[in-house]
């Protein structure tokens, strides 16, 4: 279980950049039109990224003249140019940046398509959830990078060569070209994963990883890069020493804040993809699982290891988040939110049993999980409650495990319950929040249970206007019509007069209600709006509501 940083750290300690293994290629450099979905898994936007083989057979098939070079293109100032190009364009002499006319003449057998920003996004996306599987904390480093912070989980992989190891074998295996490096800092990190020959950079040496690098490794502008190298500047080594006035007062504060940023001087953040989770649990497997009883085998032990970890912090789960790695890199994510805070492992596997019988076949197994992990985004206060003498819970604890079970299978977006609040006005006086939200005290009403039931079990939405014949200012309706049907009245009860909130400062009347039976035995319940000779000079009638 890898220990997330405080939310306060500013600089974590350890970082690697993920990178495409040429500074000139992006991750969706070869590209096919077919349809989203490849033999991986991986559901895109169309078209589609085509990856092929690192293996020498793969390299030699690449370059190889069934393989038609490929590139992608899109318009700069008003000219199509190559953003992109896989390996048989490079070798046949196309380089990035080309006008596609000219490459064209070079090359006649060329096939361009259009850059595709979205299915480059979406793919970004995919990698970073796959690259979960070595820390919770993964940025998006845009356009084709990721940043990942590893600090306190290299020793789940043997140390932090064995990580990046690990990380390059498995893209390696996925058909992607990618660069890893490991430093103090996310700009070391990223320079030395894209101009560097070094896969680690020991702690406490990022200027000596960087001084011999290119100052395009700074993430200057290009226009700033080509100004120093105008005036002879073309290493990170060369302005290290340099006096930082002048070079600020010529190039801008951003090339001193960059250089900063990369050797320490300077804190830069990185902002995780997704929220830190509260407690992680995780379990690996030299071989898949995919089974149901073996996932909830795993899940049950995962469970179990969360409870210490929330009776130290007197805190309950509100939320679950499953993570299921596929060993092909596709990530299949199912939550489940509680009405109340829970710990016990048991409900836990109990509500993601709800959720996989609700997904049926939504969930694809593929070959098998090679990880599993359970995390916790959201907690409540749960201190020790008194039970009953018996040592069971039942009744609230009852109703709110049926709740978790019903909003597991159908949706928590589904249930909902009715709460009180602090308004005599009937449309105001309830709620129906979802059944696993938490109210603020101040907006919940302590409605008592005792007395008789002077309400409408059905009230309507909002009351419906009718005619009604009373006499003024505040006799009874004698007889009234609803639907364009006439109702005479033979019983009735009231008034009950209901004044609005003085604080709300809106322009609701008061409200004088009448219970009243026909004489066919149909109960009802109207009001009168606005006091006659103060609030108004006629006041409407409505139906709010029926009895039985």
Not at 19 to 48: I, S, T, V, W
Not at 128 to 134: M, P
């Amino acid at each position: 279980m890898c220990p997330p940083i405080e939310p306060g750290a500013v600089r974590p300690s350890r970082l690697a950049s993920l990178a495409p293994q040429d500074e000139e290629r992006g991750f969706a450099l070869e590209r096919l039109q077919q349809p989203p979905g490849d033999p991986g898994g991986h559901k895109l936007p169309h078209p589609e990224v085509r990856r092929r083989s690192l293996s020498l057979e793969g390299r030699k098939g690449a370059l190889s003249a069934s393989n038609p070079p490929l590139v992608v293109v899109a318009k700069v100032k008003s000219a199509l140019r190559i953003v992109a190009l896989d390996q048989t364009a490079r070798a046949r002499g196309l380089r990035n940046g080309q006008a596609l006319a000219d490459a064209r003449a070079m090359v006649p057998d060329l096939d361009a398509v259009d850059e595709d920003p979205a299915a480059d996004t979406a793919l970004l996306g995919a990698l970073a959830d796959w690259a979960e599987r070595y820390t919770p904390l993964v940025a998006l480093d845009p356009p084709d990078g990721l940043m990942l912070d590893i600090t306190g989980c290299a020793h789940l992989f043997d140390g932090e060569e064995a990580l990046v190891a690990d990380c390059l074998v498995r893209l390696q295996a996925q058909g992607f070209l990618a660069r890893a490096a490991i430093a103090d800092t996310p700009g070391a990190a990223w320079a030395v994963a894209r101009f560097g020959d070094t896969s680690l950079v020991p702690p406490g040496d990022a200027r000596s990883a960087l001084i011999g690098l290119p100052l395009a490794a700074l993430r200057l502008e290009s226009v700033t890069v080509s100004a120093l190298e105008r005036v002879g500047l073309k290493r990170i080594g060369q302005i290290v020493e340099a006096p930082r006035a002048p070079l600020a007062a010529r190039f801008g504060a951003g090339l001193i804040n960059r250089l900063d940023q990369a050797l320490g001087a300077a804190e830069e953040a990185i902002s995780p993809r997704r929220p830190v989770a509260a407690l992680i649990a995780e379990r690996r497997f030299a071989e898949p699982i995919m089974h149901e009883t073996d996932i909830a085998a795993v899940l049950t032990a995962l469970a179990t290891r969360l409870v210490p970890g929330l009776e130290a912090r007197d805190a309950g789960a509100r939320r679950f988040e499953l993570a299921l790695f596929r060993v092909d890199g596709v990530v299949a994510r199912l939550g489940v939110g509680t009405s109340r805070p829970v710990r016990a492992p048991a409900h836990v596997v109990g509500l993601f049993a709800e959720k996989f019988a609700g997904l049926a076949d939504d969930v694809d197994v593929g070959f098998g999980f090679d990880m599993v992990r359970l995390s916790v985004p959201e907690t409540a206060s749960d201190a020790p409650a008194q039970i009953d003498l018996a040592g069971d819970a039942t009744g609230e604890a009852d109703l709110a495990q049926l709740i978790d079970r019903i909003g597991a299978r159908l949706g928590s977006d589904r249930v909902h319950r009715v709460v009180g609040r602090d308004s005599h006005i009937p449309e105001r006086s309830e709620a129906f929040p979802l059944a696993g939200t938490l109210m603020e005290d101040s907006e919940v009403a302590m409605v008592s249970g005792d007395g008789p039931i002077d309400r409408p079990l059905r009230l309507f939405p909002n009351p419906e206007p009718v005619q009604a014949v009373a006499a003024v200012p505040d006799g009874p309706p004698v007889h009234f019509r609803w639907r364009r049907v006439l109702y005479r009245v033979a019983r009735v009860e009231g008034p009950e007069r209901i004044a609005p909130e003085w604080w709300r400062n809106d322009e609701d009347l008061t409200r004088d209600y009448f219970r009243v039976e026909d004489a066919a035995g149909h109960r009802f319940w109207l009001y009168r709006e606005g006091l006659y000779g103060f609030e108004t000079v006629s006041p409407r009638w409505y139906l709010h509501g029926v009895f039985g």
